[in-house]
């Protein structure tokens, strides 16, 4: 696609609930990257895929969040049993390669749980 | 890791004066650096990179950086601020070969009339 395509945009979940957030990359593009930022704060480096494997999932606040990409393309960040404190704005981007071309952002999805 | 640190939460300056929003950088390696900004329920919007070559980057909507690696700085300059360039701005770091970029946790500039 012409852009970084995140959905659902916005996403309103109770508390213990599982969600899945997706993210479809730009075409082509085999790095995957995820962050979250919460309000007011930065962004919070969560993965990275480079084709389908994460090398790197130090990020991942928890054992109840969990990512895969499939394909090469598409990838999901699921997080179990939510709680109130994963509410927050997840972010997704791509980048063609080796992270030296700054990354192409999604508009990202808002996350609340109530 | 890498990480960033911008200096200024927020930065308040007047219409069509200049603008600096500072950000500071520490690695052990060689880096690559990075500027977006980012509007209201939008994602981020890359600015200017830094990757190799010159120390002074130009970007888009008149903005600039300089790389100084004595100073491990990065900073974000602007000689003629508009109304329209109100929103918040991160400064990012990678390290060269490494995919994991860093981010600051923001500047917001607000130009006032």
């Known amino acids: 696609g012409a852009g970084v395509s995140q959905s659902p945009s916005n996403k309103v979940t109770e508390k213990g609930k599982d969600v899945e957030l997706r993210c479809d990359p730009i075409?082509?593009?085999?790095?995957l990257y995820w962050y979250r930022q919460s309000l007011g704060q930065g962004l919070e480096f969560l993965i990275y895929?480079?084709?389908?494997?994460?090398?790197?999932k130090s990020g991942l606040p928890s054992d109840r969040f969990s990512a895969e990409r499939t394909g090469g393309s598409v990838s999901t960040l699921t997080i179990q049993r939510t709680q109130q404190e994963d509410s927050a704005v997840y972010l997704c981007?791509?980048?063609?390669?080796?992270?030296?071309?700054?990354?192409?952002f999604g508009s990202g999805t808002r996350l609340t749980v109530v | 890791a890498q990480s960033v640190t911008q200096l200024d939460s927020q930065v308040p300056v007047f219409e069509e004066a200049p603008v600096e929003l500072r950000c500071n950088y520490s690695s052990s390696v060689s880096v690559y650096l990075f500027w977006y900004v980012q509007y209201p329920n939008q994602g981020l919007q890359l600015l200017l990179k830094?990757?190799?070559?010159?120390?002074l980057v130009k970007g888009i909507n008149g903005f600039e950086a300089e790389f100084n690696k004595s100073q491990t700085s990065f900073h974000l300059r602007k000689p003629s601020v508009h109304i329209s360039d109100t929103t918040e701005y991160f400064c990012?770091?990678?390290?060269?070969?490494?995919?994991?970029?860093?981010f600051g946790a923001g500047t917001r500039l607000t130009v006032k009339p």
């Open positions: 075409s082509g593009h085999t790095a």
């Open positions: 895929f480079q084709g389908n494997s994460a090398p790197d």
């Open positions: 830094y990757l190799s070559g010159s120390t």
């Open positions: 981007a791509s980048s063609p390669g080796q992270g030296d071309y700054g990354y192409t």
């Open positions: 990012a770091v990678s390290k060269r070969g490494n995919n994991d970029m860093r």
